[in-house]
């Protein structure tokens, strides 16, 4: 199926064509028809799938025939997409400037992070479309500078990531502000419970589209896992970034200080990198963003939040450096190397302390991940040792800590040759030395 069969109107169809649009992917052939008859959607696909056209493109049309129909050009914002990361926002706006660029729809963005002076100007033109964060957003209409009003077409775009970032009381205030007699879709990487909760909450009567299920998207991609410990990754991580094969590679970090860290220790080794998370400014997000993808840059070390912006073709490697606490999220990292059915090679680090995260990810995906050794570095996997359970405390803090703990899965930890010294029992503080450390603390 081309997408003139898909019954999208001339003028977007030009814009396609001029991106070099002319087969759909299987969630756009899928999603722009049910959209163009108005209907909620419930859409799951794995990044690089097209979802943002799949959306984009129905709302376009519609906002440009019903302006035909009743023969006015006023702007008021009929169309709202929220995305959870500054750099998803940014990217969908392109898109949705791109696609219309022979009708006359206008289309914004608002995000946190940078003045609103700017964007506030933007939105007093006029818009047709406005793709937000929902921060910005709920801080302009608290302002008093947007209205929502007349929202009929509602996106909500990486719906988990957004309950990750803890938005869900902001997208249910938004929710809330607009038409209740609208269109609605909502899109996620994944589909966990507390989404389909929140889906059934705001969604009337949705079709159901799934595609690129999880063992198509591994199927393409050449995976393998290092047994290393904590502190030999960087030194892993330096001698396969030394190798010529390794042309743009996206290393994902658990931490915004743990990227950092990377991106220090690399710089020593004369390795060029840079940091996406959410304490870089908008400014350098977006250079370190752009360098990556015109191939200036070759190393991009990210938190899974800020990567949820990244659309990069032909990515050759991703690297888990840490791996993830949930076994979707590895499925997505590991899918923006096998972006549009192409292969790619993902490599992840397991330290005895994530034993038992990678096993949840093989189970979830079905299958043992292959092992590959490095001769000074690598751990022996048949030593990783559940580690004891820590007891309760009374303490509230300790007491909410271990019930998190609990409903984890066991830590694991390495087994080397145990010692035949004794372990010594830590002294205890005279009253005097905790009279004066209370002092220090103090």
Do not use: W
């Amino acid at each position: 199926m081309k997408f003139n069969e898909l019954k999208i109107i001339e003028p977007i169809l030009k814009a396609l064509d001029i991106k070099g649009y002319s087969i759909p992917s299987p969630i756009q052939e899928s999603s722009i028809p049910v959209l163009l008859d108005k209907k909620d959607v419930l859409g799951s696909a794995q990044t690089g799938t097209g979802k943002t056209a799949a959306f984009a493109i129905p709302i376009l049309q519609n906002i440009y025939l019903e302006k035909q129909e009743q023969q006015t050009n006023k702007k008021k914002i009929k169309a709202l997409v929220l995305a959870p990361t500054r750099e998803l926002a940014l990217q969908i706006y392109d898109n949705f400037v791109e696609y219309s660029k022979f009708i006359n729809i206008t289309s914004t963005v608002v995000y946190g992070g940078i003045k609103q002076a700017r964007q506030v100007r933007d939105l007093n033109r006029g818009v047709d479309v406005l793709v937000a964060t929902p921060g910005r957003l709920l801080d302009l209409v608290q302002q008093k500078k947007l209205t929502l009003a007349d929202v009929k077409y509602l996106v909500l775009d990486e719906a988990d990531r957004m309950l990750d970032m803890g938005f869900v009381r902001e997208v249910k205030k938004i929710v809330a502000m607009v038409k209740k007699e609208r269109q609605t879709m909502f899109f996620s990487a994944t589909m966990p419970k507390a989404i389909q909760d929140l889906a059934n909450s705001i969604l009337k009567n949705p079709v159901r589209i799934e595609v690129t299920p999880v063992e198509e998207t591994i199927d393409i991609i050449k995976q393998s896992v290092y047994y290393v410990s904590n502190k030999s990754k960087i030194k892993l991580l330096i001698k396969l970034l030394n190798q010529d094969d390794l042309k743009s590679v996206l290393v994902f970090s658990r931490t915004k200080h743990g990227a950092n860290d990377i991106v220090k220790a690399l710089d020593i080794a004369g390795i060029k990198s840079s940091a996406i998370h959410g304490n870089k400014s908008q400014g350098a997000r977006q250079k370190a963003l752009k360098d990556f993808k015109k191939k200036e840059l070759r190393v991009l070390i990210a938190t899974d939040i800020a990567a949820r912006g990244i659309d990069v073709d032909e990515l050759s490697h991703v690297i888990n450096y840490d791996l993830p606490e949930v076994p979707e999220t590895y499925i997505h990292r590991i899918g923006r190397t096998g972006r549009a059915g192409h292969g790619g090679v993902t490599i992840a680090f397991c330290s005895p302390n994530q034993y038992h995260l990678l096993l949840d990810i093989q189970n979830h995906i079905n299958m043992k991940i292959p092992m590959s050794k490095d001769q000074k570095l690598s751990l022996d996997p048949s030593r990783f040792d559940i580690a004891p359970k820590t007891k309760k405390s009374n303490n509230k803090r300790k007491n909410d800590s271990n019930k998190q703990n609990n409903n984890k899965k066991q830590n694991y930890s390495y087994s080397r040759k145990k010692s035949k010294k004794k372990k010594l029992e830590p002294k205890g503080f005279s009253r005097h030395d905790n009279k004066s450390r209370s002092k220090r603390s103090r």
